[in-house]
């Protein structure tokens, strides 16, 4: 399970089942800090190439860096105002992403997403 400098949250995506998310505190300390005035997010999940895209709506304008990015990490991207969830190893050139976290259990079941699902966030 994820340490002490974690927080942790649950995503539920509609007719696939849970993922849960261990976030820095350190890295995401802006995202998390959103995401607790929020509460539960409800939002939708939508896989694009080798990420999974859950929009949180909590406006950071962060600018990402460009990177080689592994499957299992979570992701924040301004662009879409939310979390991408890597699914498969993949190089970025472009600033669009900030690794914030992991999935620590749920990779899988994000794999088999196909089209849009509904989707919430809540701590866990």
Same mark, same amino acid.
């Given at each position: ?18 993922? @849960? $998310?261990?976030?820095?505190? =350190?890295? *995401? #300390?802006? +995202?998390?800090? /959103?995401?607790?005035?929020?509460? !539960? ?32 990490? @979570? $992701?924040?991207?301004?662009? =879409?105002? *939310? #979390?991408? +969830?890597?699914? /498969?190893?993949?190089?970025?050139? !472009? ?30």
């Amino acid at each position: 399970m994820p340490s002490e400098n974690k927080t942790v949250y649950r995503v539920v995506v509609e007719d696939l089942g849970e993922a @849960v $998310l261990a976030l820095d505190n =350190d890295r *995401g #300390f802006s +995202i998390i800090s /959103e995401l607790e005035l929020k509460g !539960e997010v409800q939002t939708y999940a939508m896989r694009r190439g080798e990420v999974v895209i859950i929009p949180l709506g909590v406006e950071k304008g962060l600018r990402g860096l460009p990177g080689v990015f592994t499957a299992g990490k @979570v $992701l924040y991207t301004p662009i =879409d105002d *939310g #979390f991408a +969830i890597v699914l /498969e190893d993949f190089k970025s050139l !472009e600033q669009n992403y900030v690794e914030i976290g992991e999935v620590v259990e749920g990779l899988d079941l994000l794999r088999g997403l196909e089209g849009v699902r509904r989707a919430v966030v809540k701590r866990l």
